[in-house]
């Protein structure tokens, strides 16, 4: 008689549909509040992230599509140059500036150049700068998509504690007793979940854009280093052709 006693104003909250969400959410202790204000900033923070990623990676994959369809097309380094400054967000370009300056300290921008060790390193400097650079800010989603379970599950534990806590005060098993801590529970799971599910998605996705653009630059720097590893193939032909300029073309 004490269950169905209790039984009835529960059924009752329920039938209210969406109501039903905002009674809880006004009974909801402070605990689970806590919970649920940390799960939003998370989740907030999780978004800007994800967002500002989606940008990144969109204009970096389009750049770069760009800049070799530009490189492979010209027949001068400083052709190269001249339009890799429409390109800064491609790795593929910041890679090439650095070796271009490493070249023009070597050779004053023309001939083939002296030694090909620092444009090997420099390359190897850039392309790391360029992925790191777009590394940046994922740990932070890797940690939320981790954690936000678990801060969930803070709450539900803590939930399921309130309930108990309400059988005892309560004297008895009723409904009425335990409702409120496990409703606190369920809220505070379903939120870690919401979080966490969005952040493990993107990282995923974020990690494997990552490796292609890696990939993408590993073989440009090997293309550009080639290029300028046969300007001195080149150079008898092209002296004859074209005059002192002749060193600057990659064929």
């Not at 500036?97 to 850039?126: D, H």
Request: aromatic letters at 8%; proline letters at 6%.
């Amino acid at each position: 008689m004490q269950a169905d006693s209790g039984a009835a104003p529960v059924s009752a909250t329920l039938a209210q549909g969406p109501g039903a969400l905002m009674d809880m959410m006004n009974n909801i202790g402070p605990i689970a509040l806590f919970v649920l204000a940390v799960l939003l900033l998370a989740s907030l923070y999780s978004w800007t992230v994800i967002l500002g990623k989606i940008s990144t990676f969109g204009r970096a994959t389009k750049e770069s599509r760009n800049f070799i369809r530009a490189f492979r097309k010209a027949t001068r380094l400083q052709e190269v140059a001249t339009v890799a400054d429409n390109f800064k967000r491609s790795p593929l370009a910041q890679v090439f500036m650095e070796v271009y300056e490493t070249y023009k300290r070597q050779t004053g921008g023309s001939g083939p150049p002296r030694n090909l060790t620092p444009l090997e390193r420099s390359a190897q400097t850039a392309a790391s700068e360029s992925i790191t650079s777009l590394e940046r800010r994922m740990t932070w989603l890797a940690t939320i998509a981790a954690t936000s379970p678990f801060v969930g599950l803070f709450g539900t534990v803590m939930g399921v504690v309130d309930a108990f806590h309400g059988l005892g005060t309560a004297g008895a098993a009723t409904l009425r007793a335990v409702a409120p801590g496990i409703s606190e529970a369920l809220i505070t799971t379903a939120a870690g979940l919401f979080v966490a599910v969005p952040a493990v998605v993107a990282y995923n996705q974020f990690t494997a854009r990552i490796r292609v653009l890696a990939s993408a630059t590993d073989d440009f720097c090997r293309e550009l280093l080639n290029a300028l590893e046969e300007i001195p193939v080149r150079v008898p032909g092209a002296a004859r052709a074209s005059g002192p300029e002749a060193p600057q073309e990659r064929g």
